[in-house]
């Protein structure tokens, strides 16, 4: 860090998977890794908290690659960790480069000069959706109407409280897309399937779909896999053949 | 143009000017410019057509210039003319790549193939809106709330019929300061002032708004001036003075 508290960092934009894909889905993953480049050091944080899901979403990336390759979809995914920038989060969102998450302090994270939050900004956020947005202009341009599913995972405990839920289902203004994922994921899994659970658009998480689907018009929709459905990789595989029928049928009926 | 019939152009991005300003305001102009890059050649146009309104917004650029010294406000104007890719559409949108513009066929632009389309967007569209976007970041990590104006021009006659309106004001979703813009219009000002003229969003013509401003919650508004009123530079002069101050005043309204 120099004498003003800005970090001179790379520019970190996202890993694009599958690229040449015919199929109208985009998955991404914001949250798919835990790294956290040279410039942050270890944030001040445990290596037990580096792999926690304080830093990343464990099983999303996995299960995501598996979607991909089912369903003909590109994959983007982001190379850092949330705990440096979450690139679900616009930068004037506490959580974008948060001081604290769940029960852990992030000693790096605190009190941040602006000019730092600025650097951030620049070097993870702004090339993640830089990236994104060309790749989904690109496909747009073309006529291959993009699909957006953004691919998470939820902790089983949070705050002390273990959670029932499965799989969750979020939309934002738009919830056809949603709607339509929960009724397959009803009518073809045993999953516990659940609409705006863990978490819903009110709690400021569906920043990517807000930024790239709506103002488009793009279906669209948020999911969330607890994860320890998705522990290793043959869960992770698991979970892949279980989804990608749900979501292609999803698909299919929008366009029905 | 290759055997794909792609242009192989270099990007585009946008002009910034007055970029350290200390204010709120970003100021947008994406037709700022009748400018024709070398791929494009002159798009079979006549030289008449090539300064019409239909290949930019004569008078914003100047007009927006006037406003952004008396406003102490960053302006960020696209380069290119909008009958190469108009910046305030999207790439699935007719009107980004218009084939007929009012009463004009752009012979340039007939059927255009899907790898051209591309090559545009990646060209002047994606380029413009990434350079936006990156300085409207950094001023929101910096704590710098932006409030965007966009600024256009409009023919006093479209399809042979004359327009009263001198002034429209145009909201997207969110319609605060549009509404507040007005109203220091009506007391301040002798313009024929409007809500939602010549356009509304309803015609697809917020697409800058619902990009930048509405995802982050940033108050917005988009003005339309009739370039008759901006014919000159002096022209552009007395109608900064005039507008300035009715901007100020609404976006202290907001603040109040």
């Known amino acids: 860090m120099n004498a003003g508290g800005q970090h001179k960092a ?12 015919a199929g109208r889905i ?8 835990n790294h956290i480049p040279a410039p942050w050091g270890d944030l ?13 979403d464990p099983g999303a990336l996995g299960l ?30 506490p959580g974008a480069m948060p001081a604290r998450s769940e029960i852990h302090d ?25 990236g994104l947005h060309a790749l989904l202009m690109g496909r747009m341009a073309r006529g291959l109407a993009p699909v957006i ?18 799989f969750g289902v979020i939309h934002d203004a738009d919830d056809r897309l949603p709607r339509a994922i929960l009724a397959e994921a009803q009518a073809r899994t045993t999953l516990l399937a659940m609409l705006n659970e863990p978490y819903s658009a009110k709690d400021d998480v569906t920043h990517t779909l807000r930024l790239h689907a709506t103002p488009y018009g793009l279906p669209n929709a948020m999911l969330e896999i ?7 990789a043959p869960a992770e595989d698991r979970m892949a053949d279980l989804l990608a029928p749900v979501i292609a049928a999803a698909v299919a009926a929008l366009q029905g």
Do not use: K
Not at 72 to 93: F, G, I, K, Q, T
Not at 149 to 166: C, D, K, L, N
Not at 226 to 231: E, F, G, S, T
């Open 226 to 232: 607890r994860n320890d459905l998705i522990a290793d």
């Open 64 to 93: 995501a690659r598996g979607l991909a390759s089912r369903l003909d979809a590109v994959l983007v995914h982001a190379p850092v960790s949330r705990l440096v920038y979450d690139c679900n989060r616009a930068p004037d969102m």
């Open 44 to 56: 001040g944080l445990t290596p037990d908290q580096r792999t926690a899901h304080i830093a990343w």
């Open 10 to 21: 790379a520019t970190h934009p996202p890993v694009v998977e599958n690229a040449s894909a």
């Open 149 to 166: 599913v953004t691919i998470h995972s939820f902790t089983p405990v949070y705050f002390g409280q273990p959670r029932a839920v499965e």
């Open 26 to 33: 985009v998955l991404v993953c914001e949250h798919a890794s």
């Open 106 to 130: 992030i000693p790096g994270n605190a009190s941040l000069p602006s000019e730092e939050r600025a650097a951030r900004t620049a070097s993870v956020y702004v090339p993640f959706h830089d």
